[in-house]
């Protein structure tokens, strides 16, 4: 099982980036998928979700807007379009399955490694 998470870098505010996230050794179509992201010295935190046929996505407050969270289940990839990017969204984002929907926000099956943005002011 691997999730691969790709995509991050260096932008300026109010700039544009597109993250990947590759899974593989799970049934994809079938996964329910999120993006988390933990800023230095703070808890990790919700960012977005979306369910396996991706009809439905739900986003937390201080990204709704500019961020877009979607699935390619040919290519088993998740992508988080970040747009209008602020200082405050530097953090290491990560992508996480699960099979469960029900389950607390933060209760993930699968993690990947994390990929860092960095936004400057």
């Known amino acids: 099982v691997q999730l691969q998470a790709s995509g991050g870098g260096l932008v300026q505010a109010g700039g544009s980036l597109r993250l990947s996230c590759a899974v593989s050794?799970?049934?994809?179509?079938?996964?329910?998928m999120g993006w988390f992201r933990q800023a230095p010295g703070k808890e990790r935190e919700f960012v977005a979700r979306?369910?396996?046929?991706?009809?439905?996505?739900i986003y937390a407050d201080s990204v709704k807007g500019r961020f877009t969270i979607s699935r390619d289940n040919a290519k088993n990839t998740v992508y988080l379009q970040m747009n209008s990017l602020k200082p405050e969204d530097t953090a290491v984002y990560y992508c996480?399955?699960?099979?469960?929907?029900?389950?607390?926000?933060?209760?993930?099956?699968?993690w990947g490694q994390g990929t860092q943005v960095t936004v400057s002011s």
């Open positions: 979306i369910i396996p046929n991706g009809g439905s996505t």
């Open positions: 050794g799970l049934t994809f179509g079938s996964l329910h």
């Open positions: 996480a399955a699960r099979w469960n929907p029900r389950a607390a926000t933060d209760r993930y099956d699968y």
